[in-house]
């Protein structure tokens, strides 16, 4: 393993933030993988199992067995990670602007079309090479000035060549669930079995730019721009959600360390023979047809089903209560599906998104993901 620690530029004077890389195998032996935990730097299940995957990884390393290079970031928010507002952790927004830390990261896809769109062949690999090179350069070329934009130039420039992405996050409280872009269904299906997922959620734009579309649009772009030309998707990314933020025990991440590993030995960056896929995979659904839960007013927050469960439209997902005048407000489920994630609090204010319903039935448009 060489480990590695980069000062986050642009700090306040006499404060250093560094941004930890962890590197196992040989870069250019074979494909690269990128993990990283904790962009949202209060989404605590992931950095433990980094941490496990560091153990697992070193001892792979030391076998011999990583046939390529696996780059692991165990803390991917340094910056978030410091975030405490009267003794409360805040780590999905920068606190310096009120911005999400997994949005708006750069969109290069304009440059990098402009610079390659004339040499694109019938050539996969060399596309690919070609991409690769002016998707790097389009990122050196952008001039980041805040720690929080230099930190996400960081993590970018780490992951923008590499050919699989695992970006692991939690929600409040939920069931590992996944998302990916529509035409990776396949590629991350034995991923989201492994794991055991309940859901996985599929776009082709969520909106907003979020850290693994950064990765992996950029080529479902390129291929639309020139379909003449042999341009796979070479960029594979997810955004990996285990469990709630509660949901942190030794057994749970060692599981899911072990489930990453098994899924990088079945695509053969790991040497050695993968468990079978389990056949309980779970059937992707679009992004669009994931109902919110939403409190149309105030109350206390009874949830009557659990996450996880299959609910039917019109099934009471959560009776809000109204302590003061004693009303009581029905909330119903309005598709069928599976409840993947709820809300940790149980006081709602108007407006609050209670919970999600990954539904079969595209009803929603423009931007797909939570604030
Ligand atoms: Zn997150």
Redesign the pocket.
């Known amino acids: 393993m060489r480990h590695e620690t980069f000062p986050l530029p642009g700090t306040t004077p006499g404060v250093s933030i560094g941004l930890t890389v962890l590197r196992f195998g040989l870069p250019g032996a074979g494909p690269k993988v990128y993990i990283q935990a904790g962009?949202?730097a209060d989404?605590t299940p992931g950095h433990l199992t980094a941490h496990c995957l560091r153990g697992h990884l070193t001892a792979l390393e030391e076998a011999g067995r990583i046939e390529g290079e696996i780059v692991l970031v165990p803390v991917a928010n340094p910056i978030g990670l410091t975030q405490r507002l009267n003794g409360v952790f805040h780590g999905?927004f920068d606190m310096a602007d009120g911005g999400n830390f997994?949005r708006a990261f750069p969109d290069l896809v304009d440059e990098v079309a402009e610079a390659v769109g004339s040499r694109l062949g019938q050539d996969g690999v060399a596309n690919v090479a070609l991409i690769r090179t002016a998707l790097k350069e389009a990122l050196a070329r952008r001039k980041p000035v805040s720690p929080t934009e230099h930190l996400k130039h960081m993590l970018l420039t780490e992951a923008i060549d590499a050919d699989v992405v695992l970006d692991i996050?939690?929600?409040s409280e939920a069931v590992v669930h996944l998302y990916t872009l529509t035409p990776q269904s396949d590629d991350f299906a034995p991923l989201a079995a492994y794991l055991g997922a309940k859901a996985m959620l599929l776009a082709t734009e969520s909106g907003d730019n979020p850290f693994d579309e950064a990765v992996s649009r950029p080529w479902l772009q390129l291929q639309e721009r020139f379909p003449q030309a042999a341009i796979p998707l070479a960029g594979l990314a997810t955004?990996l959600?285990l469990r709630g933020e509660s949901d942190v025990s030794d057994a749970l991440a060692e599981a899911d360390a072990q489930a990453i590993l098994n899924f990088l030995t079945h695509r053969g960056v790991i040497a050695g023979s993968a468990p079978p896929v389990p056949e309980t995979g779970v059937k992707p659904t679009p992004l669009a047809g994931s109902e919110p839960l939403t409190a149309p007013r105030p109350g206390i927050v009874v949830f009557q089903r659990e996450t996880g469960e299959r609910v039917e439209t019109g099934d009471v997902m959560a009776r809000l209560l109204d302590p003061v005048s004693g009303e009581e407000t029905l909330i119903r489920s309005s598709t069928d599906g599976v409840f993947y994630a709820r809300c940790s609090g149980r006081f709602a204010h108007a407006g609050k998104r209670l919970g999600k319903i990954a539904g079969t039935e595209t009803f929603r448009h423009g931007k797909l993901l939570s604030p």
């Open positions: 962009l949202h989404e999905r997994n996050h939690c929600d955004t959600e």
